[in-house]
């Protein structure tokens, strides 16, 4: 039965559902339609990672859910747990003490034991190669709010932060 499916395709010119066919081919008459794509595969994997910032800190959130940038690789707080939530929507979690990162409506980054919306950030990979992480649920005016590091390895507050700024620009690295 298969080959007279295919034999009856070659002789119509084409198969009803074939992109190629012009979209009065099919048997309902209507264009065609694209099925909606499924990513669940890439949905609730963690992975740990330390973010490195461009600024030369690694993110950490401490025991007392202060977020800062520290330059020592072998912390225990900067090592991060990075979970997919939903396609290109993140959570961040510190390994070791438990907390969420976080941003709220001012733009301030700090350290959550409870996961809520807040906790939210989309991922986005640059063209550099970095990641910049942006608050899913809060905007500064119609901008978004990007996690970012300064100079001197303390959070930069989300309404003040661009996506081309370097501070806003972290590189995941896997743990050695």
């Known amino acids: 039965?298969?080959?007279?499916?295919l034999a009856?395709?070659?002789?119509?010119g084409s198969a009803p559902g074939d992109p190629a066919a012009p979209p009065g081919n099919s048997p309902s008459g209507a264009t065609r339609r694209r099925?909606?794509?499924?990513?669940s595969h890439l949905e609730g994997d963690g992975r740990w990672r330390r973010l490195y910032?461009?600024?030369?800190?690694?993110?950490?959130?401490?025991?007392?859910?202060?977020?800062?940038?520290?330059?020592?690789?072998?912390?225990?707080n900067s090592i991060l747990e990075i979970r997919s939530v939903r396609v290109g929507v993140v959570a961040i979690k510190s390994v070791y003490t438990g907390?969420?990162?976080?941003?709220?409506?001012?733009?301030?980054?700090?350290?959550s034991k409870v996961y809520n919306l807040n906790c939210k950030f989309k991922e986005r990979i640059e063209?550099?190669?970095?990641?910049?992480?942006?608050?899913?649920?809060?905007?500064?005016?119609?901008?978004?709010?990007?996690?970012?590091?300064n100079g001197k390895g303390r959070p930069?507050?989300?309404?003040?932060?661009?996506?081309?700024h370097l501070s806003a620009?972290?590189?995941p690295m896997l743990l050695s």
């Not at 063209?127 to 978004?144: D, I, Q, V």
């Open 1 to 5: 039965s298969l080959w007279l499916c």
């Open 8 to 12: 009856l395709s070659l002789l119509a």
């Open 35 to 39: 099925s909606r794509r499924s990513y």
């Open 53 to 76: 910032s461009s600024t030369h800190f690694f993110l950490g959130i401490d025991s007392s859910g202060k977020v800062q940038g520290t330059r020592w690789k072998e912390s225990r």
């Open 99 to 111: 907390f969420y990162l976080a941003m709220n409506k001012k733009g301030k980054v700090y350290g």
């Open 127 to 149: 063209e550099n190669g970095y990641n910049t992480y942006a608050s899913l649920r809060w905007r500064h005016g119609h901008r978004p709010m990007f996690l970012a590091l």
């Open 156 to 164: 930069r507050q989300g309404g003040k932060t661009r996506r081309q």
């Open 169 to 171: 620009h972290f590189l």
